[in-house]
T-cell receptor, first 114, second 113 residues
Framework: DAGVIQSPRHEVTEMGQEVTLRCKPI?????LFWYRQTMMRGLELLIY????????DSGMPEDRFSAKMPNASFSTLKIQPSEPRDSAVYFC????????????FGEGSRLTVL | SQQGEEDPQALSIQEGENATMNCSYK?????LQWYRQNSGRGLVHLIL?????REKHSGRLRVTLDTSKKSSSLLITASRAADTASYFC?????????????FGEGTQLTVNP
């Protein structure tokens, strides 16, 4: 079975540019999570969806961040405009049945904002 | 704020030795999980232990949970160089936003051949 697929794996952009990260969860999983990992703050939950509906976006840093899940097999995390402090590894994860059960992570998107 | 805190932050051992990592948490939980992350990769689930369980085994992994002390430990026996990775505990904390899985800051394990 294919795991969680994220793209791009690496993104280097300049401050002010729009960044779009993409995620395809495991088929049949009804929960999708976006996490951000930095050395300073560790792994932080940004937002999660249940059956394509955003449930909790309290971890989204500010209005520059937005996430969508137009269907069960695709989600995006967008940063507009990007800032150097957004540099991090962004992970998408999915799970089935419960928000606090086993998570299946993608390989991450490493974002560098210059 | 982090619900789980791992100890030690870094651990370096020789191949064949056992590695023990600890996790402490603050609030009541329903379950606690351990994940591994190899450098540059995503997190991989290792084991889940429920609050009514005290010990769980999976291959060379042994996890204990002491809810009275709000702590857990992960023991890797007969370590191998391939076990070199960061290990994270995750707890299902409940806050004003509801339940969520919250990760600790991790223990970096290095197994020297």
């Amino acid at each position: 079975d294919a795991g969680v697929i994220q793209s791009p794996r690496h993104e280097v952009t300049e401050m002010g540019q729009e960044v779009t990260l993409r995620c395809k969860p495991i088929s049949g999983h009804d929960y999708l999570f976006w996490y951000r990992q930095t050395m300073m703050r560790g792994l932080e939950l940004l937002i999660y969806f249940n059956n394509n509906v955003p449930i909790d976006d309290s971890g989204m840093p500010e209005d520059r961040f937005s996430a969508k899940m137009p269907n069960a097999s695709f989600s995006t995390l967008k940063i507009q405009p990007s800032e150097p402090r957004d540099s991090a590894v962004y992970f998408c994860a999915s799970s089935t049945g419960t928000i606090t059960g086993e998570l299946f992570f993608g390989e991450g998107s490493r974002l560098t904002v210059l | 704020s982090q619900q789980g805190e791992e100890d030690p932050q870094a651990l370096s051992i020789q191949e064949g030795e056992n590695a023990t990592m600890n996790c402490s948490y603050k609030t009541s939980i329903n379950n606690l999980q351990w994940y591994r992350q190899n450098s540059g990769r995503g997190l991989v689930h290792l084991i889940l232990i429920r609050s009514n369980e005290r010990e769980k085994h999976s291959g060379r992994l042994r996890v204990t949970l002491d809810t009275s002390k709000k702590s857990s430990s992960l023991l890797i026996t007969a370590s191998r160089a391939a076990d070199t990775a960061s290990y994270f505990c995750a707890t299902d904390a409940r806050d004003t936003s509801g339940s969520r899985l919250t990760f600790g800051e991790g223990t970096q394990l290095t197994v020297n051949p």
